[in-house]
């Protein structure tokens, strides 16, 4: 079947993109490049934002970008430039794939450049993923105006402490992708991505608190109740009322679901590919080593359905597929594409990164950690005295060395219970101590992003706060 | 009133004339509203990385599109398209007007003005002009020169940034603003290993420049130094203390500071809601007597400058901390409106597609009467902080992090051994009353600060004196 038939049927916003893709990888090719691939993206999106009784903003967009990859054989390697626009008319389409060309020409060889050698998905069988449910189309302003404002009020009414508010926001999307190469290989998919967030104020003593609640999903019937939205933001902010340090101390610390998650998010950068062969990880030459507790099964998985980081095939054309990447705390699997996995020796596991603009990069998709057993109630009464952290903030993490150390808000733990709200602290410990020191995981896997994890409790951090 | 050179390009480019864009602004402005604007982008970037030695893949990206505003009272209306025609101008202008239920009793759409005259980055050529022989060469002369310097020099990986971004902004008001923006970048980030250990050390510079001012030894090698030096001497830090302790700042870089306890604070969105740890605080002493902190969007050739910001105000020098006491806030022309009180040239945006807001521009702490060593002197245990990565503010509650790259112990006045990175945490509005003493080095950061605030990220500057702050509050983890 040939490309122009498989196109067929689809929806002109995706024949735009199919069009301008083969425009390109002609354009590329008729300047010179022995290889391309393009990449077209367009997106319409609806945000709003209510706060209080009044609306605060409105906003209507629609974007769309292609990127052209040129690729240049020389006797040495492969030579590579991107080049990306906004710009959809025949002749822009054929500058900027002219201009990758050129610049290409002017970058070193390289011998691990180059697109997949085969295994390229199926494009008439691609999974289908529920990644976008067409009822949705019909979701407008009012209605997301409307959402908004319930979880606003949901949130406002739950205590007179609850005095102000960032707002509550809701957001609808809809995107499509397209991704070609000169192999022969172009397929695309649809998605939409729905979204509905609370952040109150609450004032009481000590001063302001602010916390959020939200929900996510690829469908809106997936979307939490406003009311419910609102209220847990609500709640998640009166608790906060009255916070402050404690001593400087080294005890257990828990990770509610979403502090935790970030943990994850740290370890998919530490197996990253790039971050492996560069040297830049010191998870870098540990596959097959024990890196982290028996309690850690960490998985990647592209094909979950209704999934927030779901794709049929990576953003080089390698159908997904699930990836272990720890397995009772081995080191089993980096995140690869094409490119990283040829520099370490090893093979693509379909999980190439791809932007218009960017060079196929590597990453997880839907990075989680499996549940454990037992409640996060459970694990708090089984900690004599520690920190419950369900707030971090700053960037403080060294990936070369492991070293972290990041600001914190939570709840202090005292005889199994929770005490008092704590802020103005700073969790510390060396990363790679941390992954082997995860003593308990719960059973609460909570999606919320595409990298999700259950609560989970750390043997021993420390605890900077008052001298 | 002369021609501009934004005003031309988007005329001859995309056909925009005066009249399809005050038939926009019309068509914004039939509801009643109290500000409309069209915001037209027009950018180019470029930029190459080298790795392993060779620079592998090169980019060029080219952006463009309008965005159209309309606001009534808290309300904003907001759509845009990166399609620059007359077509989706008029799309654009009816959705964002939906926003407004009433009919207006007539517009007054009127583009009579052209902002600026100044320019703070004058460049000969567009940093995007660049041929990228010479982006390749400066990288690739990073690298050797990094590698030449010490063998436990393992890696280097060495980019650069060319931008040019040309806005054109005609608002409801008669405001007609225009600015063509120059930015440069280069960052050198080194892993040294000495068989044992491994560490990193990064550094970077850049401004609102041409492209030449990089290619300079002059400029390259102190920044190729400078990350090679963090990195080796790394090697040998011990672990941070944890706990309340005497910290001493050393100058630039560290004033993220103040844009994290302080700036973010002050913008007039915060504060006009009310969710600001400052609201309603103005008049206030906020910091110790000595400590003047302004944001200063006109000083010439720095990233966080611009001659007219993003709603074509011009830029100015705002006093945002006299003396210790609170005497201004950060806006942009909504929440100066909502306020009462006048735009301080701060209304920023990431690019068309997203809104503005009240943003920082260069913010820094002028400087005092203190001699730096003697301020190190003076300090029998503590830690000295020189070079710091991001830090990040909770405004509600105005508890901030910023997290040191580069630190030393101090003993007895002495600086000691280096110390393994450590986030520092504090309580904005009162951190700067601690401080106890203000060197007489100002200096301002080299150039790579970036700012992220609702999903928007902006160039920024940064500076500080050297400093001293009683009880800071040390993530380490030694205790």
């Known amino acids: 079947m040939s490309q122009r038939e498989r196109r067929r049927g689809r929806n002109q916003g995706m024949s735009e993109l199919f069009d301008a893709a083969a425009i390109a990888l002609e354009a590329a090719r008729e300047a010179g490049a022995d290889a391309a691939d393009a990449v077209g993206v367009a997106s319409d999106s609806i945000e709003t934002r209510v706060r209080g009784e009044e609306i605060d903003f409105v906003k209507q967009a629609r974007q769309r970008t292609l990127g052209v990859r040129a690729l240049v054989r020389g006797p040495e390697g492969v030579r590579q430039a991107i080049a990306s626009t906004a710009d959809f008319a025949e002749a822009a389409v054929r500058a900027v794939a002219a201009e990758a060309a050129t610049l290409a020409r002017a970058t070193a060889q390289d011998p691990a450049a180059g697109l997949p050698e085969a295994g390229f998905a199926d494009p008439d069988a691609l999974p289908d993923l529920a990644l976008l449910d067409p009822a949705d189309r019909g979701t407008g302003v009012e209605d997301r105006v409307e959402a908004a404002r319930r979880a606003e009020r949901a949130a406002r009414a739950v205590d007179p402490r609850i005095t102000n508010s960032e707002g509550s926001q809701a957001s609808s999307g809809f995107s499509r992708v397209v991704y070609a190469n000169s192999a022969g290989f172009a397929a695309g998919y649809e998605s939409a991505s729905h979204a509905l967030f609370s952040e109150p104020l609450a004032s009481g003593e000590g001063g302001m608190q602010r916390d959020y609640w939200m929900s996510v999903g690829r469908r809106l019937a997936e979307l939490e109740a406003p009311e419910r939205i609102g209220a847990r933001a609500a709640e998640r902010a009166l608790r906060r009322l009255g916070a402050k340090p404690v001593p400087t101390c080294e005890v257990p610390v828990i990770f509610d679901p979403l502090t935790a998650a970030s943990l994850w998010r740290q370890v998919a950068g530490l197996v990253n590919g790039y971050s492996v062969y560069r040297g830049t990880s010191f998870l870098a030459g540990k596959l097959g080593e024990t890196v982290a507790s028996q309690a850690v099964h960490l998985v990647d998985d592209p094909l979950r359905p209704g999934g927030l980081g779901s794709r049929p095939f990576d953003g080089e054309g390698l159908p997904s597929r699930r990836t272990v990447l720890i397995e009772k705390g081995r080191l089993e699997s980096y995140l690869l594409d094409t490119y990283s996995a040829r520099k370490l020796g090893l093979a693509s596991n379909a999980h190439a990164t791809r932007s218009a603009g960017s060079a196929p990069g590597a990453g997880a998709t839907n990075l989680f950690l499996e549940p454990g057993q037992g409640s996060l109630e459970d694990l708090i009464a089984d900690t004599p005295r520690g920190l419950l952290v369900t707030e971090l903030i700053g960037m403080g993490f060294n990936p070369v060395t492991g070293d972290y150390s990041r600001g914190a808000a939570g709840i202090w733990i005292e005889n199994g219970a929770l005490t008092h709200p704590v802020e103005e602290v700073t969790i510390a410990a060396n990363f790679a101590d941390m992954l082997q020191g995860i003593d308990a995981v719960a059973d609460d896997l909570l999606w919320l992003s595409s990298v999700a994890s259950p609560s989970l409790r750390v043997a021993r951090m420390t605890v900077a706060g008052e001298a | ?479």
């Open chain 2, 1 to 479: 009133m002369t021609e501009s050179s934004a005003r031309g390009f988007f005329r001859d480019r995309f056909g925009l004339d005066d009249r399809s864009l005050e038939g926009a602004l019309g068509t914004a402005l039939e509801r009643r509203v109290d500000h409309a604007d069209l915001f037209f982008e027009y950018a180019s970037q470029s930029s190459v990385v080298l790795e392993e030695g060779i620079v592998k893949s090169g980019d060029r990206h080219l952006e463009q599109g309008v965005g159209v505003r309309v606001q009534v009272g808290e309300r904003t209306g907001y759509a845009h398209s990166d399609e620059l025609n007359v077509e989706s101008l008029q799309l654009a202008a009816r959705t964002a007007r939906a926003i407004s239920a009433d009919s207006a009793a007539g517009g007054n759409a009127r583009a009579a003005v052209t902002t600026g005259g100044r320019d703070l980055y004058p460049v000969a050529r567009p940093p995007t002009d660049t041929p990228v022989e010479d982006m390749i060469g400066l990288v690739e002369a990073v690298d050797a020169y990094v590698r030449s310097r010490d063998p436990r020099v393992h890696e280097v990986m060495a980019s650069c940034v060319a931008q040019h971004r040309q806005i054109l902004v005609m608002a409801s008001d008669g405001t007609l603003a225009e600015d063509v923006r120059p930015l440069v970048r280069l960052n050198v980030q080194v892993i040294a290993s000495d068989g044992a250990r491994r560490e990193v050390g990064y550094q970077g510079c850049g401004g609102r420049s041409d492209f030449e001012t990089l290619l300079d030894p002059a400029t390259w090698q102190p920044i190729a130094d400078e990350a090679a030096r963090i990195a080796i001497q790394n090697l040998g830090a011990e672990p941070c203390p944890a706990g309340s302790m005497t910290v001493v700042l050393g100058p630039g870089w560290p004033g993220i500071l103040l844009h994290e306890a302080i700036g973010h604070g002050l913008e007039g969105d915060f504060n006009r809601k009310g969710t600001s740890a400052f609201s309603g605080r103005l008049g206030e002493r906020v910091a110790a007597p000595g400590v003047t902190v302004v944001d200063d969007g006109t000083l010439p050739g720095r990233r966080g400058s611009l001659n007219v910001d993003d709603e074509g105000t011009p830029t100015q020098r705002t006093v945002l901390i006299e003396d210790g006491i609170l005497r201004g806030y950060l806006q942009d022309r909504q929440n100066a409106r909502l306020m009462g009180m006048a735009p301080t040239g701060n209304g920023r945006r990431e690019s068309y597609a997203h809104l503005p807001m009240p943003r920082m521009t260069n913010t820094f702490m002028l400087a005092g009467e203190d001699d730096p060593e003697d301020i190190l002197r003076s300090v029998d245990r503590g830690i000295y902080a020189v070079h710091f990565g991001g830090g990040q503010v909770d405004i509600t509650s105005g508890k901030f992090v910023f997290s040191a790259s580069e630190a030393y112990r101090i003993e007895n006045g002495r600086i000691g051994a280096p110390l393994k990175g450590a986030t520092l945490i504090g309580n904005g509005p009162d951190v700067l009353t601690r401080v106890s003493r203000i060197g007489s080095d100002l200096a301002l950061d080299r150039g790579v600060g970036t700012c992220g605030k609702d999903g928007q990220s902006v160039p920024v500057g940064v500076g500080l004196p050297t400093i001293r702050v009683e009880e800071l509050t040390v993530g380490g983890t030694e205790g």
